[in-house]
């Protein structure tokens, strides 16, 4: 390989109006990730609807669209910091949702690998005052380990929560508080000097 540029098309190309934006009408946020089967899952924040919502797609190997933008979200508040994992021959999307008065959980969608249908809505998978925000996740037996880091808030320090979720869309939850020592990082809570609570049964997606 030579570092040339092998292909480019635009991926997120549609009619744009700025009448009606209440944010500047843009796409960030954009994650990839090869499925095996000659194939690119696109995952990004779009305001393209005058919010910031999470859109998914899917392109082959010259770049063509042969799975059309879904929308994910649904929620009055921006979405944002989409990840991608797949496990079990399904596609998981895990992303920032930010509430409508202030703070934001982490929800986690579950979407069928061969033609990104949604197998299991976007839920949140733990509810909590602070900001959760980057969330990143590993593939672990038939669902995911995902993990992300909550700000500090109302004297509590800043935190990194774990949720266990599997393939029938239940879910556990810890959360490993950070040192006063350290920042926050988006590294495996695993990687990190934690202390680690008792764990806690969150919500499930059904």
């Known amino acids: 390989a030579d570092g040339k540029k092998m292909m480019q098309r635009p ?6 109006s700025q009448k009606k934006q209440r944010i500047p009408n843009e796409v960030f946020d954009v994650k990839v990730l090869p499925d095996g089967k000659g194939n690119i899952i696109i995952a990004w924040s779009d305001s393209r609807d005058g919010n910031l919502e999470i859109y998914v797609a899917r392109v082959n190997k010259v ?3 042969n799975v059309v933008d879904k929308r994910l979200s649904t929620t009055p508040g921006a979405s944002t910091e989409a990840h991608l994992t797949i496990v079990a021959g399904h596609v998981y999307v895990a992303w920032s949702e930010g509430a409508a008065t202030a703070g934001a959980d982490v929800h986690l969608a579950q979407l069928l690998l061969t033609s990104l249908k949604v197998t299991q809505p976007a839920k949140s998978m733990y509810r909590s005052q602070a900001h959760s925000r980057t969330p990143q996740m590993t593939p672990a037996k038939d669902g995911v380990v995902l993990w992300w880091v909550e700000e500090e808030t109302d004297g509590k320090p800043a935190a990194v929560r774990m949720v266990t979720v599997d393939g029938s869309a239940s879910a556990t939850a810890s959360r490993a508080v950070v ?4 920042r926050p990082s988006t590294r495996s809570p695993a990687a990190s000097r934690c202390s680690t609570n008792n764990l806690a049964r969150a919500r499930p997606w059904t």
Request: hydrophobic share 40%.
């Open 11 to 16: 991926i997120t190309k549609i009619r744009r």
């Open 63 to 65: 770049l063509t669209k």
């Open 179 to 182: 040192s006063a020592a350290e």
